[in-house]
């Protein structure tokens, strides 16, 4: 079904209400994942332990050891990133401003260029900065080293509600102009990141095909085909505690797909998605065709 529904949804994404106003049948992700070998990460060891179960796994921390966890490089969930006051307000700041409907189940507020990810065409188009009421969100990056020096040039709220049953089907993010870190901050909910190995079945498939012109720049080297048999039949299960910062990066953003199942929203989620441009629009070839939507990414404006 092609076309787009009243509740913003097209092609194969679908939310509640469409599944039952066009009688939909969409077969349970969760259910498929489940029939794989489940591996949790841990944010207190930061390995990957047995078990669906995120919540389950964290309260085991005191039973694992280092021998039987699984690593995952490209990995960083950061507790506590946003104080609870800090959180509210953000999330009222948010609320403040318009939301458009989204596809899944989804409600968004994008601020960054217009990009064309089939064609490999960027624009500024109305993009004219941020809202000053998230400044100091993307100011804080500078005290996480693994953001020193991530320019936003896109940042997108989004909200999942599960009366309408949000979510995200797997997909890896862009690779022609999204960069390498890929940054999620919680303003509300906790939820989980589904992660599962990319097989590549179509070519050009989520402009991959573009990272071996800067795969020698990641900061996070790609695992060797012999490296990714470990994952091989196993589904990892990543928590996003609310107020927390989630941040993927090589072999965890490049060769995994990654997720959110209806089924892990079980209440208002809101989160902001933070991206930078890959090193072709930095410093490469590119680099002209950025600096229009670099400049107007240093500005704020008043809500």
Same mark, same amino acid.
């Given at each position: +079904?092609?076309?787009?529904?009243?509740?913003?949804?097209?092609?194969?994404? $679908?939310?509640?209400?469409?599944?039952?106003?066009?009688? *939909?049948?969409?077969?349970?992700?969760?259910?498929?994942?489940?029939?794989?070998?489940?591996?949790?990460?841990?944010?207190?060891?930061?390995?990957?332990?047995?078990?669906?179960?995120?919540?389950? /796994?964290?309260?085991?921390?005191?039973?694992?050891?280092?021998?039987?966890?699984?690593?995952?490089?490209?990995?960083?969930?950061?507790?506590?990133?946003?104080?609870?006051?800090?959180?509210?307000?953000?999330?009222?700041?948010?609320?403040?401003?318009?939301?458009?409907?989204?596809?899944?189940?989804?409600?968004?507020?994008?601020?960054?260029?217009?990009?064309?990810?089939?064609?490999?065409?960027?624009?500024?188009?109305?993009?004219?900065?941020?809202?000053? $009421?998230?400044?100091?969100?993307?100011?804080?990056?500078?005290?996480?080293?693994?953001?020193?020096?991530?320019?936003?040039?896109?940042?997108?709220?989004?909200?999942?509600?599960?009366?309408?049953?949000?979510?995200?089907?797997?997909?890896?993010?862009?690779?022609?102009?999204?960069?390498?870190?890929?940054?999620? /901050?919680?303003?509300?909910?906790?939820? /989980?990141?589904?992660?599962?190995?990319?097989?590549?079945?179509?070519?050009?498939?989520?402009?991959?095909?573009?990272?071996?012109?800067?795969?020698?720049?990641?900061?996070?080297?790609?695992?060797?085909?012999?490296?990714? $048999?470990?994952?091989?039949?196993?589904?990892?299960?990543?928590? +996003?505690?609310?107020?927390?910062?989630?941040?993927?990066?090589?072999?965890?953003?490049?060769?995994?797909?990654?997720?959110?199942?209806?089924?892990?929203?079980?209440?208002?989620?809101?989160? *902001?998605?933070?991206?930078?441009? $890959?090193? +072709?629009?930095?410093?490469?070839?590119?680099?002209?065709?950025?600096?229009?939507?670099?400049?107007?990414?240093?500005?704020?404006?008043?809500?």
């Amino acid at each position: +079904m092609n076309t787009i529904r009243p509740c913003g949804c097209k092609g194969v994404r $679908t939310c509640l209400s469409c599944e039952q106003d066009f009688q *939909i049948a969409k077969p349970s992700l969760r259910e498929q994942f489940q029939q794989l070998e489940s591996w949790s990460y841990c944010v207190h060891c930061e390995l990957l332990q047995p078990g669906w179960d995120t919540t389950k /796994v964290q309260d085991a921390h005191g039973e694992h050891t280092k021998d039987e966890g699984l690593p995952l490089p490209g990995i960083l969930v950061q507790e506590e990133f946003l104080s609870a006051e800090e959180g509210s307000q953000l999330l009222a700041d948010l609320d403040a401003l318009p939301w458009d409907i989204s596809q899944s189940g989804r409600r968004k507020q994008n601020f960054g260029p217009k990009t064309n990810f089939k064609k490999r065409k960027l624009q500024v188009g109305s993009f004219s900065g941020f809202p000053r $009421t998230t400044e100091y969100v993307q100011r804080r990056f500078e005290e996480v080293p693994l953001l020193r020096g991530f320019q936003t040039i896109e940042q997108c709220s989004l909200e999942y509600e599960p009366s309408k049953g949000a979510s995200i089907d797997p997909h890896v993010d862009d690779c022609w102009i999204w960069g390498e870190r890929v940054v999620t /901050v919680n303003c509300l909910g906790d939820a /989980v990141l589904t992660l599962t190995p990319y097989e590549v079945q179509q070519a050009g498939k989520y402009n991959l095909d573009l990272v071996a012109h800067y795969e020698q720049e990641l900061r996070e080297p790609l695992l060797t085909d012999e490296q990714m $048999t470990k994952y091989e039949g196993k589904v990892l299960r990543i928590p +996003m505690p609310n107020l927390s910062l989630i941040v993927l990066l090589g072999p965890a953003r490049y060769q995994f797909e990654h997720s959110v199942l209806r089924e892990d929203v079980q209440e208002r989620r809101v989160c *902001i998605a933070y991206r930078e441009f $890959t090193p +072709m629009y930095i410093n490469g070839e590119d680099r002209h065709k950025g600096d229009s939507v670099r400049e107007k990414s240093q500005l704020f404006w008043e809500t």
